[in-house]
């Protein structure tokens, strides 16, 4: 085993690259051999991809009937090849569609059931009423549902089944090491963002050591892939998600005191931040001042159809003629997934027209606030291990990221934190920052940079964008909408989503404005009694609600409302946790 000052200093190495690395001067254009990576993917999601289509012509497009995911999320029984064999010797319609009874019968033979490749297990930290549990929540009513809300966390837990472990190559599962908290519903395996919300519901129900075990797996896909996949599935290895690990670091060892865990997962961290600041992520940017600034975007490794969507993006490319214009589309729809905003009009030129995507030249807000809350924490965490020189480091790189996100984000007259948008001519860098390329729509991502301690610690500048969140239209009955445009599109009006509530929030609440804090509860209170009247009404806790009518879930998308749900658990336990529940306070709408 290395010591811990060898591992040290290879940390300080790494990280000492990568801020050369992020040099200016030194940048790497998208034009470079960096431009339009794609990661291939394997046999096994290129045939069940094939099965995908056909059980669409067999099945029709109805969302109720046809899931396209669920096809990639089978497990075959026997090898790939032999499986393949069967499949194209079936007799196939002049459509290529086969019989109801055909396929069903197919899948049968050929294949395990979606959700087979994991086993449900008890949480080893779980208890029905943790002691010390939500000790602000004085309401008798409040409390009962909360701990049934706690009791979720057995139904979502899962590990990978021994098969997979076993015949990985049977499986687009792939291999985590520890035991796992899932969203629910479709989504039947880890996922990246998410998992940082449901880590706070699971410290709320103290229940560290699951909480513990989902870093474990996501540091294992950092050694396996070089980052976080969007989810624990051998179709998502092209892309990330919204880079959040840090921040589930910080916030367990912030409650458990674990300096094991810390030195675990530095050097995994510093993987990923190179990640996100090298090549196709990072784009140097020019300010009116003429001064040059690093920062980030969305930008998936891939330029085909979603595997897990396939049959839709088809569908949705079917007007594009041109090959390389129909490749860019569906790297565009990739690259909004990697978002986690997949869709909204935050990302189209032409809204709402979904062809229109353009996440790769868009500069968000969100993912540069989450990326200087990396180094920030990055910077604490090595400090907490003793490395000092790499803590250096990170803090001078936040600082760097802290002026750039003023400087090229930052509108004073309106109180909020605008995406840029980048010129059509990527090849020149830097871009040259013009007023008249940031976005002026409101959506809940312009206050993401509250959440950062940054942006929080200063008075003035949370009295000034809490009082823009007040008068921007996005405060509604039920919580804060995603936007002002009701698109269809499931991350636009009138949904809104636990994590936007609650990083909005938390950063109101912790700046130390009692006026600040005041409105977080409000908005705190509003979503919970969302979440609970939902669960009164439907016996289940949804993945999104829809924040114009108190009590009523979210649509919109390409698939059916899901339920379960991992990160609407995790934030109402986390602000039942900040705020509690007096006993007078009324629950229902």
């Known amino acids: 085993m290395p010591s811990s000052q060898a591992l040290n200093f290879k940390a300080f190495s790494l990280s000492l690259t990568l801020l050369t690395a992020m040099s200016v001067t030194e940048s790497l254009s998208p034009c470079s051999s960096y431009t339009s990576p794609v990661i291939p993917t394997t046999p ?9 289509q056909t059980a669409l012509k067999t099945f029709g497009e109805e969302k109720t009937n046809f899931d396209p995911k669920l096809f990639v999320d089978l497990s075959l029984k026997l090898d790939l090849s032999t499986t393949m064999e069967a499949f194209d010797e079936l007799q196939k319609s002049a459509n290529g569609s086969l019989s109801v009874k055909q396929l069903k019968g197919f899948i049968e033979k050929y294949f395990e059931g979606a959700g087979n490749d994991t086993v449900y297990v008890k949480p080893v930290d779980f208890v029905p009423e943790p002691e010390g549990f939500l000790p602000k929540v004085e309401n008798k009513e409040v409390r ?134 090298s090549g196709i992520h990072k784009v140097i940017i020019q300010d009116a001042q003429s001064c040059n600034h690093t920062l980030n975007r969305y930008y998936a490794m891939w330029n085909k159809p979603r595997p897990e969507s396939s049959t839709i993006d088809k569908e949705s490319a079917s007007k594009i003629s041109n090959v390389s214009e129909k490749q860019h589309f569906y790297r565009e729809l990739a690259s909004a997934a990697e978002s986690g905003w997949d ?59 802290q002026e750039a ?3 090229i984000f930052w509108n004073g007259e309106m109180g909020q934190w605008l995406d840029y948008w980048l010129n059509d001519s990527m090849c020149q860098e830097p871009q040259t920052w013009e007023a008249c390329n940031r976005n002026q729509n409101a959506f809940a991502s312009n206050f993401i940079p509250l959440w950062i301690e940054s942006f929080y610690s200063d008075t003035t500048l949370v009295e000034k964008v809490m009082k823009s969140l007040q008068s921007s239209g996005l405060v509604c009955p039920a919580g804060i909408a995603t936007s002002l445009t009701n698109s269809g599109e499931q991350w636009d009006l009138p949904n809104g989503w636990a994590p936007l509530q609650h990083m909005i929030v938390e950063g109101l609440a912790r700046s130390g404005s009692k006026e600040a804090r005041s409105v977080a509860e409000d ?15 439907t016996g289940t806790m949804h993945e999104k609600y829809d924040v114009e009518k108190c009590g009523e879930f979210g649509g919109g998308g390409e698939y059916v409302p899901q339920t379960g749900f991992g990160w609407s658990n995790g934030v109402v336990l986390a602000f039942l946790e900040e705020f509690g529940w007096p006993q007078d306070r009324k629950i229902d709408c």
């Open 405 to 407: 996100i003023k400087s």
């Open 44 to 52: 096994l999601v290129t045939f069940l991809e094939r099965v995908q």
């Open 523 to 537: 908005i705190a209170v509003r979503w919970i009694r969302t979440n609970y009247v939902g669960y009164k009404k």
């Open 144 to 277: 009962a549902w909360a701990l049934e809300v706690h009791a979720l966390w057995k139904n979502l837990s899962r590990r990978v089944s021994d098969r997979v472990q076993e015949r990985p190559e049977l499986h687009t599962l792939l291999p985590l090491p520890e035991p796992m908290v899932i969203p629910g519903s479709r989504f039947r395996e880890v996922y990246y963002w998410d998992s940082y919300w449901v880590i706070r519901g699971l410290l709320a129900s103290k229940m560290y050591e699951t909480a513990k075990a989902i870093v474990t797996n996501l540091i294992y896909l950092i050694e396996e892939y070089g980052y976080v996949l969007n989810g624990a599935r051998a179709y998502y290895t092209n892309r990330s998600q919204p880079p959040l690990l840090s921040a589930m670091v910080h916030i367990i060892y912030s409650r458990t005191g674990d300096i094991e865990l810390v030195r675990k997962s530095l050097p995994a961290l510093l993987k990923e931040y190179h990640f996100w600041n």
């Open 343 to 401: 869709f909204s009009t935050r990302w189209m030129r032409n809204p709402p027209d979904l062809t229109t995507l353009a996440t790769t030249s868009i500069l968000p807000v969100d993912l540069n606030a989450f990326i200087l809350r990396m180094e920030l924490d990055i910077a604490f965490l090595a400090k907490v291990i003793g490395d000092n020189s790499t803590a250096e480091l990170f803090v001078k790189a936040s600082q760097a990221r």
